[in-house]
């Protein structure tokens, strides 16, 4: 509960949900409409292609009114059997629910660890999947399934690293990626990366609410499913794509959310994708200019694998980092990413994704210094002077634009 009666807007700094824009959530509030009428299959049309350029694919994408777990059991379920051994890497929270989710659906995982004793702080080793698949000369290994941007530690690992690695072991493994925190935030290619199954949601770079479900698929992870065994029915690719030709679906699709993406695609694309990406890899370069300058870590110990998308920040050994969130929320009306699982308590994440500019980036950033220094954290010099100097500085400014 928050010690006051909060004027202003409360500042969603979560890694997703991120705050949607009044255009968005204008659009969401026009009438429902008939599904089956002649008006939804030009708005399922729009929005099929235009999901496709987020992606940068020319094949299907299926879109769930789901959360992004569901998408995730759709890509399991449409090309795997009972008992398939799937190549899984944890990289944090997300990936280890995953893996736990294919344990359910009878697959057998198998967890390349993260390396080194500090845990959950690495990208995943495209090198170490090379070697696991190299060592598999009967093929029976059938998926490798990673997360491109880890949302519980706000590391992106290098996704045309990890095809590389597939082609360079010669082996056939389909390649399932989630990037539910990564698809319009940070660069993504399903087809020039050779992915077969790409995972995303509407609640973090797309700038929705929660209830949209992506699967962008191959053809090789098309042809995957004319044999894959798991039982699935909603799931099911097959009458989707094809009612999808004329922007139908064979249920009731969500459609005021629908009406979100339109305009949610209308904004990334006038934007311009690769300006988005360069937006968030400025804004996240700022936060961590102020994380370094107050002294603390940064959760992702690889420097080339710094997320766009959220920072995690790492308090002091004596200090609990929900401590630090819960004063910031209760001073300042501001939600920030509690640690999950294994890391629990020792950081808290700043999201900076979506409609995040200069400005929410800084109140975001002063909410954070003010509640640490209020939980008593020592901390050496002003982050929010730092980011500010960074974000004015030439560098700063020439990456305004991609
Ligand atoms: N994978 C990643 C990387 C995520 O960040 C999340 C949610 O934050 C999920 C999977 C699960 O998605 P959802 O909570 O929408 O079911």
């Known amino acids: 509960k928050l010690d006051f009666h909060p004027a202003g807007r409360h500042f969603l700094q979560i890694p997703g949900p991120s705050p949607v824009p009044d255009r968005i959530l204008r659009a969401i509030s026009y009438p429902t409409i008939d599904h089956r009428g002649p008006e939804f299959g030009a708005l399922g049309l729009k929005v099929l292609a235009g999901i496709k350029k987020v992606f940068k694919t020319q094949h299907p994408v299926i879109i769930y009114p789901s959360s992004g777990t569901g998408a995730w059991e759709a890509a399991l379920s449409n090309t795997l059997s009972s008992g398939d051994i799937v190549l899984m890497y944890e990289t944090g929270h997300f990936a280890t629910l995953w893996k736990k989710m294919a344990e359910k659906l009878g697959l057998k995982p198998e967890f390349l660890g ?17 070697e696991r698949l ?13 997360v491109h941007n880890e949302t519980s530690t706000g590391v992106t690992s290098n996704i045309a690293a990890v095809r590389r690695a597939i082609d360079a ?17 940070i660069d993504y290619r399903h087809d020039e990366w050779g992915v077969d199954v790409t995972v995303s949601g509407s609640q973090k770079g797309l700038m929705l609410p929660p209830g949209i479900g ?17 039982r699935r029915s909603f799931w099911d690719w097959t009458e989707i794509i094809e009612m999808n030709k004329t922007g139908y ?27 988005v990406f360069a937006r968030h890899q400025r804004l996240a370069h700022a936060c961590r200019e102020a994380v370094r300058a107050w002294g603390l870590e940064i959760q992702c110990a690889d420097t080339d694998a710094y997320s766009p998308v959220l920072t995690g920040v790492m308090t002091p050994e004596n200090m609990d980092a929900d ?3 819960k004063t910031v929320y209760e001073r300042f009306n501001m939600s920030l990413g509690t640690g999950l699982g294994k890391v629990k308590g020792r950081m808290f994440r700043i999201g900076h994704l979506g409609d995040c500019n200069d400005l ?22 002003s982050g929010v002077t730092a980011a500010m100097d960074y974000l004015v500085s030439p560098a700063g400014s020439s990456a305004l634009k991609a």
Request: proline content about 4%.
């Open 214 to 230: 992506l699967n962008a698929v191959s053809p090789k992870a098309i042809e995957a499913s004319k044999t894959a065994g798991l």
């Open 360 to 381: 929410t980036l800084m109140a975001a950033l002063a909410g954070c210094e003010m509640g640490l220094r209020l939980s008593g954290v020592r901390l050496a010099a």
């Open 114 to 130: 993260s390396p080194g004793s500090d845990g959950w702080r690495h990208a995943v080793s495209a090198q170490r999947i090379e």
């Open 169 to 185: 072991a010669n082996h056939p493994a389909l390649l399932l990626v989630d990037t539910i925190s990564g698809l319009a935030s």
């Open 323 to 325: 401590v630090v969130r």
């Open 249 to 275: 679906w064979p249920y009731t699709p969500n459609t005021n959310l629908l009406y979100g993406l339109s305009e949610a695609l209308d904004m990334i694309l006038d934007e311009g994708l690769e300006n």
């Open 134 to 146: 190299r060592a598999d000369s009967g093929h029976a290994i059938k998926a490798v399934c990673v």
